[in-house]
């Protein structure tokens, strides 16, 4: 049964495309979501490397950067109901390893490093003004997990005008039944879902306008 259909009848799917300016969000690729004995596991290390090479071409176009962790304070005293639901991450402290962006994809000065205590790299941050300041209308949102904070960063990427575009292959999850299927949903409802080759040839189209 193809299950696209429903949602083709329904008008569903329609592609948002690239507006003037993109920005990139590499959302809580740490140390912990790279390691399967804590939060990791399933394709995540495969979407690391692959988000690897986007960010390189996004550095050598000027496309703003930023990266999100989960950092809570050492007492507990800022977590809420997503810690309650899922109470390790409270473990995730500034000053944890396991709460550090991989090495392979270590920030670089003037790049902007979003502290978060929930799933949205948009709830209780200064994400939205950042992003506002750079003049982007266009996000592209790479990281982990793709049923977690990935979608919840793509939803509220969409609720405030945003046009998000999900690189396939740069998100990840710690088990694939997951990540198939809200990739799917994103792509039917939410974003433009696409392989970071097309992603890397539109950043380059883009920068040699600027």
Known sequence: ?????????????????????????VVDFVNGFNDPEVFGGGNIPQAIAATKVLLEAARRNNVPIAFTRIIYQ?????????AEKAPKLKTLTIDN??????PDLEPRDGEF??????ASSFHGTGFGAWLTYHHVDTLIVTGATTS??????VVDA????????????CVGDRAIGPHDASLFDMGQKYADVLASNEIIAEIERLGAQN
């Open 113 to 118: 490093i979003v502290d978060k205590t929930d």
């Open 1 to 25: 049964m193809d299950e696209s259909a429903i949602y083709k009848k329904q008008g569903m799917g329609n592609p948002l495309g690239f507006g003037k300016k993109a920005a990139l969000v």
């Open 158 to 169: 969409c609720a405030h005008n945003y046009r998000p575009i999900v690189p396939r292959d």
């Open 74 to 82: 050492k007492d507990g005293s800022d977590a809420g109901v997503f």
């Open 97 to 102: 390893p396991l709460s550090q962006v991989v």
């Open 148 to 153: 977690g904070c990935v979608r919840a960063t």
